[in-house]
């Protein structure tokens, strides 16, 4: 999958959105990508043991804890990084729960400091 352009990941993803608001939401997180971000996306579902339906839900798990707080950047680099440390929670092999699970409860316990401004 790592050799996916951006336009291709998206066509993975977009047929497995439920609903419109899905559809507004992914477009939301993802429109300011890179390609980089797109090649490090692929490449982080490739090596995590969750699908590209799990990411999905985490994804817009995600961009619903930064709606809901009205965050209005989407620094999906550093979103990518902290769902990739989701997957890394759990034992391999153990039965794990839902990725989105593991990320919401992430994000309750520990929140999302990249949302926040710099203090520097």
């Known amino acids: 999958m790592s050799s996916l352009l951006p336009e291709d990941l ?3 993803l977009e047929p ?14 993802t429109r300011e990508i890179t390609p980089a971000d ?7 579902i490739d090596e995590s043991d969750y699908s590209i339906a799990d990411w999905l839900e985490a994804l817009l798990t995600f961009e619903s804890w930064l709606e809901q707080r009205a965050v209005p950047t989407r620094p999906f680099a550093a979103i990518m990084g902290y769902i990739h440390c989701c997957t890394l929670m759990n034992a391999r092999g153990v039965i794990t729960p839902s990725l989105n699970i593991i990320v919401n409860k992430a994000l309750i316990d520990f929140g999302f400091d990249a949302s926040q401004p710099s203090h520097v």
């Open 10 to 12: 998206f066509a993975l």
């Open 16 to 29: 497995r959105l439920s609903h419109e608001a899905d559809v507004a939401a992914l477009t939301s997180l």
């Open 38 to 44: 797109y090649a490090a996306l692929a490449s982080a």
